[in-house]
């Protein structure tokens, strides 16, 4: 039985006084450039975050610690976008992607691999391509856990549509190629994913609508249909502890299902997730209870009887997207993505986020790049709140920690003493926006 519940950014849950858990909880936005991307976010052993981006063709790695506050942010390399990060060993990373070597269309890509460390500081850089290949990228890569190596998977060819193959690079922990291996694939096969076999020595490529099986010397043994028809195409692929597998996949456009497989990529059974324009997925993830967690316009949470836990609509924007979710060490969820045009200004806008272990942000911390010099006070507030520091017009609002608004939105573009009194007490989000960056705070109205 519940004895005491204190909500805070970083808020504690008590049973008979007794700490079950600690959470942080915090949703950033990050402004940088028109046209920011992210491909995914990773949680290193140490519980900082890594987000992959790209701003204006620009690679970028922003360091996060375990609040979300920014650590660092750093310009990798320029015409170059990442697309799977590896922690080989603490204070150790493995980048991988591809990088355009030519302003004509058509580009030429090439395939890039980067070693850096807990500073972002490149250790080792290696960009290559193979014969006549003009197009060539790095789309995942795997840790071996019984030798110090790396397994990346690369799709090229001499065009988009010309000689396509797959070839699986052995990577050592120094950054260098050691084996390589080129496999001819049709033109409908779209590699998604590599995954290293629990209980033989092989390989699975998961395409967007194939298997391929592969030998430890990086021979195709067989291939398989991986989804029911042609009307199927496969987005995200994950692995259970049991050596099974379940995917998202889109079909008839919009509809969402999870397609499940056993452990020699057989497909077993089907669940639709969604059929429905509003609701949406991209990307999906393994929970430590062996259950599957989607991520898109809403979060899913499903037990590992494929039941629905909860689904949440944390950013009540039509155009905030998730990219990438996973499952945090303290049990609850983080992510990141981006947002569209209407979701602020006009600008796309990177965000990361992480939840509570049932999909909450009870509390939220200060927003990082913060462009505008902010001072909020008193908070703790009795309902009458000064802020300082805004140089602009700027837009303002209060939601409660579900995303609510609570209070009618204004603007300002001074100093101002906002009468917010008729609230009642409790923790709020006070959100400022404006064309020069935005501010976010929790607010604790305690009269």
């Not at 080129?182 to 092989?202: C, G, H, M, N, Y």
């Not at 990177?350 to 790049?369: P, Q």
């Amino acid at each position: 039985m519940y004895k005491r519940l204190l909500l805070l950014s970083n808020f504690v849950l008590i049973i008979n006084l007794q700490i079950v858990y600690a959470q942080n909880t915090f949703f950033k936005v990050f402004e940088k450039d028109h046209f920011d991307y992210t491909s995914g976010i990773t949680e290193s052993t140490q519980q900082h975050f890594y987000m992959l981006a790209t701003t204006n063709k620009f690679e970028r790695v922003i360091k996060l610690d375990v609040y979300g506050n920014l650590l660092w942010d750093k310009n990798i390399s320029p015409n170059a976008v990442n697309r799977c990060f590896l922690e080989i060993n603490e204070g150790s990373y493995f980048l991988a992607g591809y990088k355009s070597i030519s302003n004509q269309w058509p580009q030429i890509n090439i395939s890039q691999i980067r070693l850096i460390n807990k500073n972002g500081v490149s250790i080792k850089d290696t960009a290559f391509r193979y014969g006549n290949d003009s197009n060539a990228g790095v789309l995942d890569a795997i840790k071996l856990s019984d030798k110090d190596q790396i397994c990346a998977l690369v799709q090229s060819g001499e065009r988009w549509d010309k000689n396509l193959s797959i070839k699986m690079l052995f990577i050592d922990s120094l950054g260098s190629v050691k084996v390589q291996s080129s496999i001819p694939v049709p033109l409908s096969f779209s590699a998604i994913k590599i995954f290293k076999r629990a209980t033989k020595d092989e390989y699975f490529v998961f395409g967007n609508k194939a298997l391929m099986r592969i030998d430890s010397a990086g021979q195709m043994i067989d291939t398989i249909s991986a989804v029911p028809d042609e009307n199927y195409s496969i987005k995200s692929i994950c692995q259970f502890q049991n050596g099974t597998f379940v995917s998202l996949a889109t079909y008839l456009y919009d509809g969402r299902c999870l397609i499940y497989y056993d452990e020699n990529g057989v497909m077993i059974d089907f669940q639709i997730v969604n059929f429905d324009r509003q609701k949406y997925f991209n990307s999906i993830n393994i929970t430590k209870e062996q259950g599957v967690i989607l991520a898109g316009s809403h979060l899913l949470l499903l037990d590992s009887l494929k039941r629905q836990v909860w689904i949440k609509d944390l950013f009540h924007k039509d155009s905030a997207e998730v990219i990438s979710i996973g499952q945090s060490f303290d049990g609850g969820f983080y992510g990141c993505g981006h947002n569209g045009p209407s979701f602020r200004l006009g600008v796309y806008d990177l965000f990361v986020f992480k939840t509570g272990i049932n999909g909450e942000m009870t509390g939220l911390s200060d927003s990082r790049n913060n462009l505008l010099n902010v001072e909020i006070t008193p908070n703790p507030s009795n309902g009458l709140i000064k802020i300082t520091g805004i140089s602009t017009e700027t837009d303002l609002a209060i939601m409660n920690p579900l995303g609510q608004q609570m209070f009618p939105s204004q603007k300002i573009s001074a100093e101002t003493v906002l009468d917010a009194s008729s609230l009642n007490n409790g923790i709020y989000i006070l959100v400022l926006s404006s064309p020069i960056g935005s501010y976010i705070q929790k607010l604790n109205i305690s009269k």
